[in-house]
T-cell receptor
Framework: RKEVEQDPGPFNVPEGATVAFNCTYS??????FFWYRQDCRKEPKLLMS???SGNEDGRFTAQLNRASQYISLLIRDSKLSDSATYLC???????????FGRGTSLIVHP | GAVVSQHPSRVICKSGTSVKIECRSL??????MFWYRQFPKQSLMLMAT?????????EQGVEKDKFLINHASLTLSTLTVTSAHPEDSSFYIC??????????FGPGTRLTVL
């Protein structure tokens, strides 16, 4: 089992839709979790950290489920500009060496 | 937010030459810097991790003699691709991290080796 797994998609949704991605991780000792957004031929940009209590930022909600070892990202009222690849990042305990998922591609169409 | 710069943003070179890429944290001191490589339509691949003043830790399969990393200060790390070949053509991205372990990425360097 890979350390961090994501469904590569693409998720093809219309504007205004709600879409959710999951990211599973294998190391139960993982300490911190993040969602990044990467546009084509650009560097990843931090979207949000994921806290045990959940984290909401506007249309984006991230949640952590430690028991099932996954994090999720929910996007409400999708915009065309949300089209990108969404990467989850998991930091195992202690060393802070991050592990990236392969990314989930989202395409929002008119 | 924290800003990381990379230079150059794009480089085209002949096979056999060496290319140096700089990564700077502009408004914070980075305890750790990471170097990644990304091929088209593939995920980021961590190449190495470097802490200021110590030798870089390379991931399995990454040749340390080919990809030389120098982390001279808390704001600067360099990656030198020695004797570059066409198969080294890729998007190289650095990131910098503080003790909070959030990573901030540079804009990347697109290397094309002819």
């Amino acid at each position: 089992r890979k350390e961090v797994e994501q469904d590569p998609g693409p998720f093809n949704v219309p504007e205004g839709a709600t879409v959710a991605f999951n990211c599973t991780y294998s190391n139960s000792a993982s300490q911190s979790f993040f969602w990044y957004r990467q546009d084509c031929r650009k560097e990843p940009k931090l979207l949000m950290s994921v806290y045990s209590s959940g984290n909401e930022d506007g249309r984006f909600t991230a949640q952590l489920n430690r028991a099932s070892q996954y994090i999720s990202l929910l996007i409400r009222d999708s915009k065309l500009s949300d089209s990108a690849t969404y990467l989850c990042v998991v930091n195992p305990g202690g060393s802070y060496i991050p592990t990236f998922g392969r990314g989930t591609s989202l395409i929002v169409h008119p | 937010g924290a800003v990381v710069s990379q230079h150059p943003s794009r480089v085209i070179c002949k096979s056999g030459t060496s290319v140096k890429i700089e990564c700077r944290s502009l408004d914070f001191q980075a305890t750790t810097m990471f170097w990644y490589r990304q091929f088209p339509k593939q995920s980021l691949m961590l190449m190495a991790t470097s802490n200021e003043g110590s030798k870089a830790t390379y991931e399995q399969g990454v040749e340390k003699d080919k990809f030389l990393i120098n982390h001279a200060s808390l704001t600067l790390s360099t990656l030198t691709v020695t004797s570059a070949h066409p198969e080294d053509s890729s998007f190289y991205i650095c990131s910098a991290s503080t003790n909070t372990d959030t990573q901030y990425f540079g804009p990347g360097t697109r290397l094309t080796v002819l």
